[in-house]
């Protein structure tokens, strides 16, 4: 839950400092980029749900999209609930895999189970992302498909 929500946290700092401070500069580079000016009209309108999707969705780069999202038509509240949906798988598996390699490193741990069990926990969770991912970037591509269709 604390690595969950700091990661959140910070994302929202960043968008903060995007929505604010740097918008301008934001804006600006953003000019160049024509696949962010249809990302943000499917913001405005779908908000939340695009952010969770995007979450997922390996489309942009995450240091940058907080920024970026703060130049966006998204409220706070959309992106935030998003941002904080989203993160919770990545999170979960960094935080498991965390916990397995303590696991199989540490002598006379009291919860130990065969090497094959983290294994096959590991792999049934890294194949749920990936579901989840191409899933998500497949819903993300037909809105921005449906988006050029409009213009």
Not at 29 to 47: V, W
């Amino acid at each position: 839950g604390v690595v969950l929500l700091s990661a959140s946290i910070a994302a929202a700092i960043s968008f903060a400092i995007g929505r604010t401070l740097l918008r301008d500069y934001v804006e600006k580079a953003l000019e160049d980029y024509p696949k962010f000016a249809k990302l943000d009209r499917a913001i405005g309108k779908e908000g939340f749900k695009l952010m969770l999707l995007l979450r997922l969705s390996p489309v942009f780069p995450f240091a940058l999209s907080n920024y970026l999202y703060g130049a966006s038509s998204i409220d706070f509240a959309s992106f935030f609930g998003g941002t904080l949906l989203g993160f919770a798988p990545g999170t979960i598996a960094y935080v498991y895999t965390g916990y397995v390699g303590k696991a199989l490193t540490t002598e006379g741990a009291g919860d130990v189970y065969p090497w094959y069990i983290y294994l096959g926990g590991l792999t049934l969770f890294g194949g749920l992302l990936k579901v989840l991912a191409d899933t998500a970037t497949r819903i993300v591509e037909e809105i921005e498909a449906e988006e050029d269709s409009v213009l």
